[in-house]
């Protein structure tokens, strides 16, 4: 059984999860309205990551006898002033939530609650995966600079992008 000051760490990290889902849902609206169908497609799929992400956390929270507690959802931003500007909000973001990672990590080491850490260590995998991306993204679009032909480019590597969902049950 969860500590209860692990559990409530817990479902804020469901909520910081379901922001990102959101926070990435609008970026994709807006690189469909700025006609970078590309752009938003890799949004839409880390859109659908991030609520894999909330949902392995909520099942985490029901295996180990806590209670769920949902908080309002802030709302995201819209617009962004540039695809650049948008992926440079994106790593920002990422690195938000890998601090909230590792403030977790660090209170299960606190509490000695070794299944927690252990199921923490599949995050913080992913934190490195999530923020690499958005430096490799944030390179290429810096190279392309303002040529739209190269940003066409870019647009149509990024309409490749698939969603995966987690394997199983047991892992989201």
Same mark, same amino acid.
């Given at each position: ?82 695809? @650049?500007?948008? %992926? ?5 973001? &990422? ?5 909230? =990672?590792? $403030?977790?990590?660090? #209170? ?11 199921? @923490?260590?599949? %995050? ?5 995966? &999530? ?5 490799? =993204?944030? $390179?290429?679009?810096? #190279? ?29």
């Amino acid at each position: 059984m969860l500590k209860g000051k692990m559990a409530e760490a817990l479902n804020k990290q469901i909520n910081e999860e379901f922001f990102s889902a959101y926070l990435y849902l609008s970026m994709s609206g807006y690189f469909e309205s700025i006609g970078l169908k590309g752009f938003a497609n890799w949004m839409m799929v880390q859109y659908k990551e991030e609520v894999d992400h909330g949902m392995k956390f909520y099942n985490y929270l029901l295996s180990q006898g806590a209670d769920i507690k949902l908080l309002p959802i802030a709302e995201p931003p819209h617009t962004w002033d540039s695809p @650049l500007n948008a %992926y440079e909000e994106t790593l920002k973001h &990422e690195q938000h939530i890998t601090k909230c =990672i590792n $403030d977790i990590v660090d #209170l299960a080491e606190e509490l000695k609650d070794r299944a927690t850490f252990n199921f @923490l260590q599949w %995050y913080v995998d992913e934190q490195i995966e &999530e923020e690499e991306n958005d430096r490799e =993204i944030i $390179d290429k679009l810096k #190279l392309v600079g303002d040529n739209k032909s190269g940003l066409f480019m870019l647009d149509k590597d990024l309409s490749a992008r698939i969603y995966k969902p987690l394997a199983t049950n047991e892992e989201v």
